[in-house]
């Protein structure tokens, strides 16, 4: 589980970088140019992902607190929500104006939805510390971004293309879970 941790942590402190050290952010844009400066984040993201994915898998399934019986169906439906709200942050549709950093409270709508299907205390620590993670990013963006400049409406044609996009990657999330585990369904 200490990897797992670790990953978390270095997920967290890559995403906090620019907006705790926009100085030293910027610097690594100066140094190595925008470009390769993105990349090394990038780099330094997906080994936190991977460190996360690979500490969570050895983690002993210790148990925290039993799921609530209708926690596996409530996780089904509030994915479809999760995705919906990520997808919503690259959208250039009518809903899209309608809220302020739907990224990242996609990413506490997915932590509180796996929190409700799993009670073993990996499971707490990764999904609350993703939830509190995209808090904390919300506090920060809404206290130090100023007055929040909503995005002019887009066509509708936008949120259509949105809610497909949303039930294609729904069910590529699910077909992945079915074939590598663990199983949307139970058992």
Excluded: C
């Excluded at 002993?60 to 209708?70: F, G």
């Excluded at 250039?92 to 929190?115: D, F, K, Q």
Aim: positive net charge; charged residues 10%; glycine residues 14%.
């Amino acid at each position: 589980m200490n990897l797992m941790i670790a990953g978390l942590v270095l997920w967290s402190a890559g995403h906090f970088f620019s907006r705790l050290a926009p100085g030293l952010r910027a610097g690594m844009d100066e140094k190595f140019g925008e470009g390769l400066s993105k990349g090394i984040m990038g780099l330094v993201l997906l080994v936190s992902i991977v460190m996360v994915i690979i500490g969570y898998r050895a983690a002993p399934v210790d148990p925290a607190y039993d799921p609530p019986l209708w926690g596996q169906h409530a996780t089904s439906l509030l994915m479809l929500v999760a995705v919906a709200l990520v997808g919503l942050g690259k959208t250039r549709g009518r809903v899209r104006s309608m809220m302020r950093n739907p990224m990242l409270w996609g990413a506490v709508v997915w932590s509180i939805a796996h929190l409700l299907a799993n009670g073993d205390v990996a499971s707490v620590v990764l999904f609350g510390g993703i939830g509190l993670w995209a808090l904390a990013q919300i506090v920060l963006i809404n206290t130090m971004g100023g007055k929040w400049e909503r995005p002019a409406p887009g066509p509708i044609s936008g949120d259509i293309k949105w809610l497909v996009i949303t039930v294609v990657v729904y069910v590529v999330i699910i077909g992945v879970h079915v074939w590598i585990g663990p199983s949307p369904f139970g058992g």
